[in-house]
């Protein structure tokens, strides 16, 4: 036979307590005096009893659950990001509700709206694009947003990335500086800002040196597509000397194509940098030269501007940060580089 669940009305008779004190002493935040909370927490232990968050949910309106909604994780650098967004929000009191969606409106609406029948106090997305009919449906919710590692031209939306325009233009310059006459991109998927900013200040600053790109291409932050521009691009007698490649998770795959079907030596035949520092760049089978984009930054500014929202504030947040160029072996150091 199953047992009946405790509730808090059997905690109140045992601990000879009203009800509302029991729901006091279990409401994070709420006070309690100290005899009502020993007597309710010990008669709590003695019945098994466990509070329910959906039915404080819909007394307070607050379920005190965010949903993180994420469209792919193939990338290494959104399982790190994950767990670290949910480890810093579960140590904020919050539980997290983790949610996979292909980027595309038809895939993500879905989503959001079982996020808001789960009654979430907020939402973070990360990799993925908010259109706008999906922003008017958290707004007229009153569930605020936080766009992670994307951007949004949206003054409604909070949004956190790394720095990705400078980013660009630290890996223009270091690649000039390293005498590289020949320079290509293989970019990041160009309807995210995160490729399209990439690509914007590596282009840009190419061209303070006199310079363009002998081919700018869109990967799609895609491997395999990022392997065939490779190709393309290699398989040529005027091929590239130096790449710059819009995430990580693409550069690897640049990487095995070169040395690996084409025979070209990294860095003697060809320098590639990429994006992200995921943990493989530093293997020696790689030894990746890339940006890295500081996650545990970006995560605690996230956690700060969602919880911010929810506690009342009306301003969103847009926060750029900086992230370091970490020399490795797979591009030819320049002497005396500075970022």
């Excluded at 109140?12 to 309690?32: D, E, I, K, L, M």
């Excluded at 969606?101 to 939402?123: F, H, K, R, S």
């Excluded at 973070?124 to 994307?150: K, Q, W, Y």
């Excluded at 956690?303 to 591009?331: C, F, K, M, Y």
């Amino acid at each position: 036979m199953m047992k009946d669940k405790v509730t808090s009305i059997d905690v109140a008779r045992r601990a000879g307590v009203s009800q509302s004190a029991v729901s006091r002493v279990f409401t994070p935040g709420a006070s309690a005096s100290p005899r009502p909370s020993r007597r309710s927490t010990k008669a709590a232990e003695e019945l098994g009893y466990r509070p329910n968050p959906i039915a404080r949910a819909m007394i307070t309106g607050k379920s005190r659950i965010i949903g993180l909604v994420v469209a792919y994780l193939d990338n290494q650098f959104y399982p790190i990001a994950l767990e670290r967004l949910s480890r810093s929000l579960q140590a904020r009191g919050y539980h997290v509700l983790i949610f996979l969606a292909e980027n595309a409106t038809a895939e993500v609406a879905p989503v959001m709206e079982e996020l808001i029948a789960y009654q979430v106090d907020g939402i973070v997305t990360a990799s993925v694009t908010m259109t706008n009919d999906l922003t008017n449906l958290c707004e007229a919710a009153g569930i605020p947003v936080v766009m992670f590692n994307r951007g949004q031209d949206d003054p409604r939306l909070s949004e956190v990335t790394s720095d990705n325009v400078a980013g660009g233009r630290t890996v223009a310059n270091y690649l000039v500086a390293g005498g590289h006459e020949r320079i290509a991109h293989i970019a990041g998927l160009q309807e995210a800002s995160t490729g399209r900013d990439r690509a914007r200040g590596f282009v840009e600053a190419l061209a303070d040196h006199g310079r363009t790109p002998v081919a700018v291409v869109d990967g799609r932050y895609d491997r395999d597509i990022a392997s065939a521009l490779t190709r393309e691009l290699f398989g040529a007698a005027d091929r590239p000397d130096a790449v710059f490649v819009g995430n990580d998770h693409m550069a690897l795959a640049v990487m095995d194509t070169l040395r690996f079907e084409l025979g070209l030596s990294v860095p003697d035949d060809v320098s590639v940098v990429g994006y992200d520092d995921v943990p493989i760049a530093s293997w020696a089978a790689y030894d990746l030269t890339t940006i890295r984009q500081p996650v545990n930054r970006m995560v605690d500014a996230t956690v700060d501007a969602l919880l911010s929202r929810i506690e009342g504030d009306t301003e969103p947040r847009h926060i750029l940060i900086p992230g370091p160029l970490i020399q490795r072996g797979s591009a030819r150091k320049p002497k005396g580089f500075k970022t």
